[in-house]
């Protein structure tokens, strides 16, 4: 059964489905009108289905906070693959753009954070070797190993 309004004082109404197109009397106000469909009103349609925006919002935060803490050895590898993860379920949505700024910054954020661990390895082997002494036979100052 069709839904109807009244073009005079707007009252809904349903009629049979013979009736569309004739004219029609409206209860309230007893005026006669052709009956057409009423297009359907927002309380009527259903709610609207994700689309993973949720996904390119987390990872464009994720993606931030991978840069930002890459300093952090190893806290921007694990901020990072989170927001690959939603990078990618981000990318069928409408907001796209986010998520594909927030897969940059989370390759940008790993690619950093691994940098910095390769940095403290490096830092850290570096300063375990033994200092050669001096030509002279004596030691220089704070020249001790940390094995």
Same mark, same amino acid.
């Given at each position: 059964?069709? $839904?109807? =309004? +009244?073009?005079? +004082? %707007?009252? @809904?109404?349903?009629? /049979? ?5 004739? =004219?029609?009397? +409206?209860?309230? +106000?007893? #005026?006669?009108? &052709?009956?057409? @469909?009423?297009?359907?009103? *927002?309380?009527? $349609? $259903?709610?609207?289905?994700?689309? %993973?925006?949720? &996904? ?15 300093? *952090? ?7 990072? *693959? ?14 796209? %753009?986010?998520?594909? /700024? ?9 690619? *950093?954070?691994?940098? /910095?661990?390769? &940095? &403290? ?10 200092? @050669? @002494?001096?030509?002279?036979? #004596?030691?220089?100052?704070? /020249?001790? #190993?940390?094995?």
């Amino acid at each position: 059964m069709p $839904r109807i =309004e +009244c073009p005079a +004082c %707007g009252e @809904p109404d349903r009629i /049979a489905d013979r009736d569309v197109g004739r =004219e029609v009397e +409206c209860r309230r +106000c007893r #005026t006669a009108f &052709f009956a057409e @469909p009423a297009l359907p009103r *927002l309380d009527d $349609r $259903r709610p609207p289905q994700t689309d %993973g925006s949720g &996904f390119a919002g987390w990872s464009l935060v994720l993606g931030i906070g991978s840069v930002l803490t890459s300093w *952090l050895c190893g806290a921007g590898v694990i901020f990072g *693959l989170g927001g690959l993860l939603a990078g990618f379920g981000g990318l069928q949505s409408r907001r796209r %753009g986010a998520s594909v /700024a927030g897969l940059v910054l989370s390759v940008a954020g790993v690619i *950093l954070s691994l940098g /910095a661990i390769a &940095f &403290f390895f490096a830092v850290m082997s570096a300063v375990s070797k033994p200092v @050669p @002494p001096k030509p002279d036979g #004596t030691q220089p100052p704070f /020249a001790r #190993t940390f094995n």
